[in-house]
Structure formats: C-alpha cells, structure tokens
C-alpha cells in the first residue's frame, strides 16, 4: 500500500490547486523578546538555495540586512521542494526528483519576484582560488562604522 503524499486533511482545493492549508509556519511569527538590532550583512552566491534563500529573501524584503556577493540560486518568491515524487525512468534508468509543494513568501516587492535574491553589492565571482567576499565586506564594515 502506498502512503499519501500527505495529510489530506491538511489540504484544500480551490481554483484547480492545492493548498497545504495547517502549518505551524503558516502564520506571523513573533520575534523574540529582545531581537538583534544591530546590522546584518549577509553573502550569498548561486549555491544559496532552498531554506537559505528563503532566509535571504524575508531579510531583503524587510530590509534587514545587506547583501554582498552573487544572485542566489533560489528564488525571492519561493521554491518548490518539500514532498517529491520519484520517477524510474525506465531505459537510461535516471531517477527523476520531481517537486509536489511548492512555497510562496509573503514577501514584499523589493527585488524581481522571478530571480534570485540580488545582492546590493555584486562581488564578481573570480575562479582564482582565493575568496574575495568576505576580504570585500570586512573591508566595507570597517570603512561605513562611522554609519553604523
């Protein structure tokens, strides 16, 4: 017997879709009694992805943070990941990961809702072998204290 995807009772039809309607998350989340206040800058690249671009994005759109380095590989607006179906594929006997959920950030529009997260101070990626990104934003920290 094959189990369901998920709960059924946790979804609902409507428009042709399904929504994944009872979440813990699905609701605002309260800070904590006494939140860091200070500035928060952040690095990203195209392997930020999945849970670290979700983080990325609620940080952009409630301007929370600076952002150093390349577009994320995930998207502002959500991605689709969570549950998958498994697919054999039956002569080049590839097995296909296809997603079944996908998750929208109620996000505001401050970036492309169809890109990555885009930071506000691009660092070229340069193959070297030396990384760069966290020489540039130590750099810019010490430079803009005076700002702070």
Same mark, same amino acid.
């Given at each position: ?21 009872? $979440?813990?998350? &699905?609701?605002?989340?309260? @800070?904590?009694?006494?939140? +860091?206040?200070?500035?928060?800058? /952040? ?47 039956? $002569?080049?006997? &590839?097995?296909?990961?296809? @997603?079944?959920?996908?998750? +929208?950030?109620?996000?505001?529009? /401050? ?38």
């Amino acid at each position: 017997m094959q189990r369901p995807l998920c709960d059924p009772s946790r979804v609902r039809k409507k428009d042709g879709k399904y929504y994944w309607t009872r $979440h813990k998350n &699905l609701k605002v989340q309260k @800070p904590q009694r006494d939140p +860091y206040q200070g500035k928060v800058y /952040v690095l990203v690249n195209g392997n930020s992805y999945s849970v670290t671009a979700e983080f990325a994005a609620m940080a952009k759109s409630n301007n929370r943070a600076l952002f150093f380095g390349q577009e994320t590989g995930g998207a502002f607006e959500g991605n689709n990941s969570g549950t998958f179906a498994f697919v054999n594929l039956p $002569h080049s006997k &590839l097995t296909l990961a296809i @997603p079944m959920l996908a998750y +929208y950030l109620n996000v505001k529009p /401050v970036n492309p809702l169809d890109r990555g997260i885009l930071p506000d101070f691009n660092i070229p990626q340069v193959l070297d072998g030396k990384d760069k990104e966290p020489d540039f934003v130590v750099d810019f920290i010490r430079n803009n204290r005076e700002n702070q």
